[in-house]
Nanobody, 123 residues
């Protein structure tokens, strides 16, 4: 499956952004979808993940309550709604797809990755 992330940009602290991840090539609803991020000089870290039907979601503690992951299987697209953004949320955000239904927080769980979209939050 090919993944195309979009929606990043430059915003101020407290603002909101919605990232999109459009999938193509395979049956989207067969994949768990995840979002990861990588800040300059840091390792790529888990942000959020969502089950095949969207009924189950998981979040990193650092974004819980501020970010919401969702998916629209009819549109082959996953989303990451980011509210109350902080400067520490600045990173390149990657979407990823996995056929495995476990260990959603691990990078190695995911088989396919999008190219990343940059989110910059100014203070």
């Amino acid at each position: 499956v090919q993944l195309q992330a979009s929606g990043g940009g430059l915003v101020q602290a407290g603002d909101s952004l919605r990232l999109s991840c459009a999938a193509s090539g395979r049956t989207f609803s067969n994949y768990v979808m995840g979002w990861f991020r990588q800040a300059p000089g840091k390792e790529r870290e888990f942000v959020a993940a969502i089950s095949l039907t969207g009924s189950i979601t998981r979040y990193a503690d650092s974004v819980s309550g501020r970010f919401t992951i969702s998916r629209d299987n009819a549109k082959d697209t996953a989303y990451l709604q980011m509210n109350s953004l902080k400067p520490e949320d600045t990173a390149v955000y990657y979407c990823a797809a996995s056929v495995r239904n476990s260990d959603w927080q691990l990078r190695t769980t995911y088989d396919y990755w999008g190219q990343g979209t940059l989110v910059t939050v100014s203070s």
